[in-house]
Nanobody, 121 residues
Framework: QVQVVESGGGLVQPGGSLRLSCAAS????????MGWYRQAPGKQRELVAA???????NYADSVKGRSTIFRDTAKNTVYLQMNSLKPEDTAVYYC???????????????WGQGTQVTVSS
């Protein structure tokens, strides 16, 4: 059984910062890519940032230069540091991870339950 749990969301003023965390636990043999997505009301879920097991990163243009994704491999945790937040960053943020949960190499994508980020004065 594998769980992916996000934390760190909340209410922040425009221009502020927030760090989201996502920890995977359970029957984990290895983790490949991990990423953050977000979904605003009435919009489709979109990729915010992703990081491979080798540390290669990818960012949405809308957050590039304002956000940093990094991971602690030993803790099976990925973080998203967001700075200079804007009202349009308001959304539910979801973490996902490609996890090998079996002695046989077989990667599955697991999603967290989401954490709300609200940017407002």
């Amino acid at each position: 059984q594998v769980q992916v749990v996000e934390s760190g969301g909340g209410l922040v003023q425009p221009g502020g910062s927030l760090r989201l965390s996502c920890a995977a636990s359970g029957s984990i043999f290895s983790i490949a890519a991990m990423g953050w997505y977000r979904q605003a009301p009435g919009k489709q879920r979109e990729l915010v940032a992703a990081i491979t097991s080798g540390g290669r990163t990818n960012y949405a243009d809308s957050v590039k230069g304002r956000s940093t994704i990094f991971r602690d491999t030993a803790k099976n945790t990925v973080y998203l540091q967001m700075n200079s937040l804007k009202p349009e960053d308001t959304a539910v943020y979801y973490c996902n991870a490609d996890i090998n949960d079996s002695p046989v190499v077989r990667y599955r994508t697991y999603w967290g339950q989401g954490t709300q980020v609200t940017v407002s004065s």
